[in-house]
């Protein structure tokens, strides 16, 4: 049986080893020649290629698929949908999920990947849905990882499910380069037995399996696999194309590909990779260790950078021993963003404050609640006590509690949406669609000042002389990263792979995101950007809803009973006359934002009052948001440090003066 291949070098090899940065323009003049490969299909958007194009790189992503689609005329596209997180971080709302859908099948999009972190197939319900209508191949993922209730049995049953709820092939999904060849033969042979739908193998190279286990997968039967041209395989990206290629040649297996057409294209890639200056994929040590600890290799460098943030590097030992027994607690969730800053924050949290479920961030209590959807276990009935009380976890299917909105942001956008395209773009990530729109609108009308820009339709590299626009960009009034040196090619992002680790940015839009249904104010204010979320319907959804959990307020003195190191900046002095004040100082590095009490239609300002428990403010550390609360009843005297300000531990956040 001859085995197809999607090339997946468009999409998620450039989101695993180059930040997502390859743009529109880098692709087309190698799109001919990739659709006469005879590829199964080409993987060329969705992930975190929606939100990059419109963040850093003034590019229109709609346009992308049009421009792809007017040059490869026989490979069918393929785009990844992250469930009902459609291409951000957060559930949306069904009508978003349909306007979405329907408009990529619309641009070219002719097979559609969906996938759920939690194998909740009720997240994946309504994408599926969305996608037969359009009458694209629906490819339902059933996520692979290593636990003692993600059995094979687990996964049959799950793939049954999705085939009965209409998907037209099953992928198995392995993020995190986990299979190893055998358990993807004895995989892959189970589903071809008791499935009707062709299975399809998506995997990672990282420690070096996936060569082996997409050939093991192939004796096995698979119908198709994932690779990608050579310059953008290995290390934590997909096998090279060339090499599986070749392994198979003189098989009853050949996949029929040539060899020779597939090094001329690696030619164009390695020479984009050159001039780009990226580095190839490798593989390093830490991340090979995930056959050890099982904890994979993009979450282990954002490990690092979190504890060597909190000074605390040399407890990655105890953090490894503590994502296990957390995930355990947990319910296995699959380690993949976002569950992976779910396990991982509360690991590094309970270790660095010596004391386990001392702090919960938000995204932990918001999935304990059941906001994400359901665990693959039932979660430790003492930590759930510990994280959110006597509060019963929802049952329903998450995105059943989110109220459709598209039509009430259509109207937010209308002054500068120009098409369907942009209402979709505004109702999926509001505030950087009205920056990257009020980019555009500057760029044209401003079309004399010879610095300002390409108009972003002349720039996607359409046409005869598209080559010549590799050119470096002109940086528009937008200050955004160009070139080979983005913000997020730091050692703590650059190896995100496919369901990223969140970078700051990411982090936060996804504050922003899930505030959209909060019912009081919401401002975030940084160098890059200002967000103001107004009141709106409150919705179920949001983590930061209900902050009666079980987050205790700290005062002074007692984050130093939790053993950390010493703080880095000195505690502000405490004059004579304020003996009697409580300092509120902080549990750990992090950024400081204001938080608008839950209770309370305004922020918390000098000369509040408070309750006990009340959210004082919000840190965001280790890509979390940590509600810090009031220990006790009281006024707020002094807020002493500004929004969005880098704190340290330790540091005096509030004065307030204890009610007598
Ligand atoms: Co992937």
Redesign the pocket.
Known sequence: MRPRITDTTLR?AHQSLWATRMRTEDMVPILEELDRVGYWSLEMWGGATFDVCIRYLNEDPWERIRVIKAHVRNTPLQMLLRGQNVVGYANYADDIVYAFVDRAAECGIDVFRIFDALNDVRNMEVPLKAVKNTGAHAQASVVYTLSPVHTFELYLETALRLQDMGADSICIKD?AGMISPYAAYDLVSLFKERLQVPVHL?T?YIGGMAIGACLKAVEAGVDIFDACSGPLAFGSSQPPVETLVRALQGTEHETGLDLHHLFEIANYWDDLRRRRGYERGVTRLNAMQVFDHQVPGGMITNLVSQLEEQKALYRMDEVLKEIALVRAELGYPPLVTPTSQVVGGQAVSNVLLGERYKMVPNEVKQYVRGFYGKPPAPIDKKVQRLIIGDEEPITCRPADLIENRFGRMKEEIEDLAESEDDYITYALFPAVARKFFEYRKKVRDDEDAPASGLPPGAATGVGPDAEKKVAPRPVGPVKRPVGPVPALRSPAYGAS??DEDMNIEDVKEFIRLVSQSEVNELHIETAEMKVKIKKGAAGEDSPFKGANGSNPGLAVGEADQAGLPAAGEPRTAVGESRANLIEVVAPMVGTFYRSPAPDAPSFVEAGSRVKEGQTLCIIEAMKLMNEIEAECPGEIVEILVENAQPIEYGQVLFLIEPEA
């Open positions: 998620d993020m998506h990672h792979r496919e």
